[in-house]
């Protein structure tokens, strides 16, 4: 049969008187196939249709043009650990970046076993990630050295780039993004920490280096996450103040507990005691307890990084 044919099944019954009625012997049953041409498929007939084209008119289609709209700016947190301060005295450890907008902001930590492998790994994430802005800490220096750091491995990273910049730093020296003289320090992202958020550096820099010396790439990661946890809250905060987020009730620093409540508190056992120390979360200001012989622990509710304050 013709590919373009269609065909009907047409069914003719043979009946028959005899009992019991018996399938297969006493009734006979046929099936036709017959061509049926294309046209006579369909459920209109062609009348109806010249009819509906004729004198039903289509809906009217006008093209306006869209209104003007700016996208939400998708920006990501960077800090990046290096052996030194300038590119051709040093390397880089580790990249990392932290997504503020993110429900549960979580760390994200690059490295491999040379810098050109831990360049390539973020390259590969970034390159085709959403992102639209690098905000940091002093972001034009993870920038900088990024981007000569692309140059001396002959890399491509056009969306690394062209990408815009909030340095978090700028806003705490003059408040106002755009340049400003003035004789004001920008201080340092521990200090701005310890003030707003009373905390301590997780380790002194130089430890960093040891860290990478000895192959200990968790504390690395450690150290580089608490450093993008605490820009995180300085992003957070800038937010608060100019009325984009609200929050700063659940944000300001709590108050140092009163003598009275101190001596109010229930006493642990001495055993447990011994072996805790009370730290509080950067982030959230949740406080929880930490074993003294352990570095660092995840905050239970936000997931942040916490150092031991003691060592």
């Not at 049926?36 to 007939?45: C, G, K, N, S, Y």
């Not at 820009?231 to 608060?240: E, H, R, S």
């Not at 409540?261 to 930490?290: K, W």
Request: aromatic share 12%.
């Amino acid at each position: 049969m013709a590919d373009e044919m269609q065909a009907s099944v047409g069914i003719e019954w043979v009946t028959t008187d005899e009992k019991p009625f018996r399938p297969g012997k006493t009734t006979e049953i046929f099936a036709v196939l017959e061509p049926l041409e294309v046209e006579q498929a369909t459920f209109q007939t062609p009348t109806w249709t010249n009819f509906y084209d004729s004198f039903v008119l289509p809906p009217a289609i006008s093209y306006t043009p869209m209104p003007d709209f700016e996208a939400r700016e998708t920006d990501l947190i960077i800090n990046i650990e290096t052996t030194a301060v300038l590119p051709w005295e040093s390397r880089i450890i580790m990249i990392g970046v932290l997504n503020p907008n993110a429900l549960a902001p979580e760390t994200m930590n690059f490295y491999g076993e040379t810098e050109e492998e831990t360049l390539q790994e973020f390259l590969d994430f970034f390159e085709n990630s959403p992102y639209t802005r690098l905000v940091g800490y002093n972001v034009s220096f993870d920038k900088r050295f990024i981007y000569t750091v692309c140059q001396k491995y002959r890399k491509e990273a056009k969306k690394f780039r062209a990408m815009p910049l909030q340095d978090l730093m700028q806003i705490q020296k003059q408040v106002e993004e755009e340049f400003v003289f003035g004789f004001n320090k920008p201080g340092t992202l521990e200090q701005w920490s310890t003030y707003l958020f009373g905390t301590a550096p997780y380790a002194p820099q130089k430890q960093v280096w040891a860290w990478f010396k000895e192959g200990n790439w968790d504390e690395v990661a450690n150290f580089n996450s608490n450093k993008l946890a605490k820009a995180y809250g300085l992003y957070v905060l800038n937010k608060v103040v100019e009325g984009t987020i609200p929050g700063a009730g659940i944000l300001g620093r709590p108050a140092q507990p009163t003598e009275e409540t101190a001596i109010g508190a229930a006493p642990e056992s001495s055993e447990v005691a011994e072996n805790l120390v009370q730290v509080e979360c950067p982030i959230c200001h949740d406080m929880q307890d930490m074993s003294k012989s352990a570095k660092v622990i995840k905050c239970r509710v936000c997931g942040t990084p916490i150092a031991n304050p003691n060592l």
